[in-house]
């Protein structure tokens, strides 16, 4: 099942927690339950935030390494100064993302993630070779879309993947499905709005009792995007032949091993967009 395709069935269950009133019942039989709850997402969310604090505190200068292969920033017809200013504008949201972590926004983590996601497809998007028109179109000020990078991008991937002799994947179709859950969230869809709804006093979340609940749940969001900006960093040393910061950013993605698929486990997830 795609993930658009659970968007009812997560509302049913919303409402049949409304219905039921069983956050409110534990309410009424312990009213500092809900206070607990969110003082333990809070102190969780604290530490997951500290340790990205450390983690950004790395990437600051391997991002500020991105200007040696800029001869002119104001230049709007290299590809390689639409990258750094398109990886920068995501790294300085990663580290606003931090501050709405510590604050228990999660709503407006989720927002922030996915445009920072829309600038690392746009600069790889940039970085790869042909799409002069696209750049020209971008500097002049024109909006060019997560759904062009998208198709581009799953064009190389899966060329890379036959010329090494792998298979294919229906890229687009996994992002598409992913961007639709993120959208939601854009455009104050029903779904995403269920965040803001405190199922202890059944009103809208003042108290962020679920808000830091979800916030908790969104952490994955947000060492994804970690993640990606080494990868799109990656990505531009190895087109610019800088070997020695190349190198260190392997050692920061050797450090997030844990964050890969397996290609078992990729295959897997890949299975419900054949269909």
Known sequence: MKLRDGVGNRIKDKLNLLKTRKGYRMLIADVLFPSREREKNRKIVGQH????????????????????????????ADKYVAAYLLIGRAF????????????????QIVETVRSSMEALNLAALFLEE???????KWFGGETVTDRTAR???????NKMSRVSGGVTHPMREAQSDIYSIYSSYTHSGYVALFDFIDVFTEDFDFEQYTQFYYSRRNLQLIDNLY?????????????SRDEENLAQVEALLKNEGESFASKEEIGRQMERYNK
């Open 227 to 239: 993640v990606n900006i080494l990868l799109g960093l990656k990505n531009f040393y190895i087109r």
């Open 49 to 76: 935030a500290d340790i990205l604090d450390r983690k950004i505190n790395g990437l600051e200068p391997l991002i500020r390494s991105l200007r040696s292969h800029i001869d002119y920033i104001g230049d709007t």
């Open 92 to 107: 300085t949201s990663i580290k606003a993302v931090v501050i709405l972590v510590r604050q228990g926004y999660s709503f």
């Open 130 to 136: 042909g799409q002069e028109k696209l750049l020209k």
């Open 151 to 157: 198709v581009v991008l799953d064009a190389a991937v």
